[in-house]
């Protein structure tokens, strides 16, 4: 606090005190702001870039075998024809032990299916087979057959792709080759045929026809499935069992399919298979839209400071080409003294792309994406008056630059730099969420670009700062980090289109280190795709 | 005043909004008040205009923190204080001058001599102080920062901060004493 009058009438005198900043005060202010605000999009682009890599790594590596393994698996009718066929001869006749239609189909069946898709079906099944008579001697089979598995090694059966009761046929058929059959005939008509078989053609077929014997095994150690009761359907059962024969996955047997076996005995032989759900693996095509805005960046990797591009920069002195000396430059002298033209700021400016894509999938949520784009991205600057003069000189970097006219002194006027690219997008999308609805996309992916022409200026501190196009200033190729998310709509009908966010950052400098400072270029925007309808 | 206060808070959101005319709208309104500010703290204009530049960049970054109870240019001053302080602590031409030694208790002068002299002029002189003595005495008498508080800003005991005031002033008066006089000896000679 002032404590006394003298005290008082500085504070007074110096409230008062006001000065005037000089221009570039502001000016600066206004270009650190600016900066900042592009640091932030900086971030939220790298932060974005960085969860949607992660997110498609993490999906990448820790996605389930469930394509996998429904891509190994058979229609369901004809496996279980084969199952049930293994134990009938053609003609009619019950093979013999060791027959080898029998034993292939007994050794080499194996159905892949959930178990809680089978559940419904073995409800309808079961209901259907209380009506057999020879339920209980299955009921003992199966016990006979409960030991047996931990004895057969030949047939192994995977615990979480194989149902319960394809597991006994599997079990029952291998019992079958050790203990050896004794047969009995049964009329076909006190099973219904269609059911035992899983509802195949083949089975209706035999239940119509009702000239189709089934055998049923008899005695101990005889598994008794659905598969002893089916129809014999001639020299056909062979065929069919050499047709599955490759299906065989072999994996360990498991205790719980053993105490499977118990839980589920009436369902035995009663194979029911939806058939699995595969990825579409048909290519859609779409044509890409975008459009937006585009700036270069100096920095897109945050690292590193300004202070090496300073001397890009330095409008009042010039390195001494082939010395570590600088000497001042010359720059243009009007009415009010010299003109210093520093590097204009670089304003955002419109930039849109148009393509056709296809896109592969490859899995349920997961697609590659490529085809050709063509990428026109601009950004503008201030630039002095147009001297139509031939310039040849050393550049900063004692690079040596060919110029046909150049802009000088006050920057008065706007350019609109543009950039015309082809390029390639190489693309991963990945459905963030389930169902068909309205499915939200995550793209990311790289883009390999070629520019095939551009008018922009370089800057160099030439003379107190001149602007000139130099086409070898700038870099063909470049190649690109593009990241951003899509909402699929129209998913039911025939036309699709999606919309969403995206934003691209180049990975290779724009303009070569000899002529210019580092840019590299940004572009943020709204990408469209319309996906051709296709042909049914 | 209860309108300008509700444009002055209408300008603080456009700000913050980052609406490029608003923030340019607010350095025109306190740019020149707090140049004179920045420049008591330092040695040239350009140091306080580099001051200025940073202590603006820091309002516009730092503008969610402001409360709309106390006054805008207030709050502003304060940055413009501190960002002069770090700004001397930073440079090494101010760290050495800024070094204050442990000094027994100067007496006040209880002299009051009436100021007449320009703000500008006055400042100058402010200026000529040893940088020590030049930033205490801009602290305490014009902020109007307790010794207590300048020592904990400056890292010093408040009796140093006393000592330093006291001889700060003491100088300041004789100068100013001088410049009066030097001043009616030049009127005399031009009569």
Wanted: hydrophobic share 35%; proline share 5%.
């Amino acid at each position: 606090m002032p404590e006394s009058e003298f005290d008082k009438q500085i504070q007074r005198e110096l409230e008062g005190l006001r000065l005037r900043p000089s221009a570039t005060v502001w000016e600066n202010v206004e270009k650190e702001l600016r900066q900042k605000k592009r640091r932030r999009i900086i971030i939220a682009f790298w932060l974005i870039a960085g969860i949607a890599l992660l997110g498609s790594t993490t999906y990448f590596l820790t996605r389930k075998d469930d394509q996998i393994l429904a891509e190994t698996s058979v229609p369901a009718g004809k496996t279980n024809g084969s199952a049930e066929q293994s134990t009938t001869a053609a003609g009619g006749q019950t093979p013999a032990p060791g027959d080898g239609a029998g034993e292939k189909a007994s050794s080499t069946t194996e159905l892949i299916q959930s178990p809680a898709r089978d559940t419904e079906s073995n409800k309808n099944v079961r209901s259907k087979n209380e009506n057999l008579t020879e339920n209980t001697r299955v009921n003992r089979n199966i016990s006979t057959a409960k030991d047996e598995i931990n004895k057969n090694s030949a047939v192994r059966v995977k615990p979480s792709a194989v149902s319960q009761q394809d597991e006994l046929s599997v079990t029952a058929a291998a019992t079958n080759k050790k203990a050896g059959f004794r047969k009995r005939q049964t009329s076909a008509e006190s099973i219904d045929p269609a059911i035992a078989t899983g509802k195949t053609k083949r089975a209706a077929k035999a239940s119509e026809n009702n000239t189709v014997v089934s055998q049923r095994q008899e005695g101990e150690g005889t598994a008794i499935n659905s598969s002893a009761d089916t129809v014999a359907k001639g020299k056909d059962t062979q065929e069919d069992i050499t047709e599955t024969t490759p299906v065989v996955t072999a994996a360990p047997p498991s205790k719980d399919s053993t105490a499977d076996l118990v839980k589920d005995e009436h369902s035995v032989g009663v194979p029911v298979n939806t058939p699995p759900k595969k990825a579409d693996k048909k290519i859609k095509w779409s044509l890409d839209l975008a459009v937006g805005g585009s700036g270069p960046v100096s920095r897109p990797f945050l690292v590193g400071d300004n202070h090496a591009d300073m001397a890009y920069d330095n409008v009042q002195y010039m390195p001494v080409q082939g010395g570590g000396l600088w000497q001042p430059v010359t720059p243009p002298v009007n009415a009010f003294g010299p003109v210093y033209s520093p590097r204009s700021d670089i304003k955002p400016g419109l930039s849109y792309r148009a393509g056709v894509l296809f896109e592969l999938p490859l899995s349920k949520r997961v697609a590659f994406t490529s085809g050709l784009q063509y990428q026109y991205q601009s950004n503008n600057i201030r630039i002095g008056s147009y001297v139509n003069t031939q310039l040849i000189f050393n550049n900063f970097a004692s690079q040596q630059v060919r110029a046909n006219g150049v802009y000088q002194g006050v920057q008065m006027k706007t350019f609109t730099n543009r950039y015309h690219y082809v390029q390639i997008p190489l693309l991963f999308n990945w459905q963030l969420n389930k169902g068909n609805k309205m499915p939200v996309i995550l793209n990311t992916g790289f883009s390999a670009g070629y520019l095939v022409s551009t008018n922009a200026l370089t800057y160099d501190t030439l003379q107190g700062g001149t602007y000139y196009h130099d086409r070898n200033a700038f870099k063909r190729f470049q190649f690109s980090f593009t990241t951003g998310v899509s909402f699929r709509f129209g998913n039911h009908r025939s036309m699709q289109w999606s919309i969403g966010p995206e934003a691209s950052m180049g990975l290779r400098k724009m303009v070569k280190t000899e002529y210019d400072t580092r840019q590299y270029p940004l572009y943020i925007g709204v990408q469209g795709r319309i996906y051709l309808p296709r042909n049914k | 005043m209860a309108t300008e206060q509700m444009e002055q808070q209408k300008l603080v959101r456009d700000c913050l909004k980052g609406k490029p005319q608003a923030q340019r709208q607010l350095y025109e309104m306190y740019a020149e008040t707090m140049l004179g500010v920045c420049y008591r703290y330092t040695r040239s204009m350009r140091d306080a205009e580099d001051v200025l530049q940073e202590a603006f960049v820091k309002v516009f970054h730092h503008l969610d923190q402001y409360k709309q109870e106390g006054e805008l240019g207030a709050w502003i001053r304060r940055i413009m204080v501190n960002t002069a302080l770090n700004f001397l602590k930073r440079h090494r031409k101010y760290q050495e001058e800024m070094y204050f030694t442990e000094e027994y208790l100067h007496p006040v002068s209880q002299d009051d001599p009436v100021v007449r002299i320009q703000a500008k002029e006055l400042a100058d002189l402010i200026r000529q102080l040893p940088q020590g003595y030049q930033v205490i005495f801009n602290l305490h008498a014009v902020e109007g920062f307790s010794h207590v508080e300048i020592g904990e800003m400056l890292g010093i005991s408040d009796g140093t901060s006393r000592s330093q005031y006291a001889r700060a002033r003491n100088l300041l008066i004789t100068w100013l004493k001088k410049h009066s006089s030097d001043q009616k000896k030049t009127s005399y000679a031009g009569k």
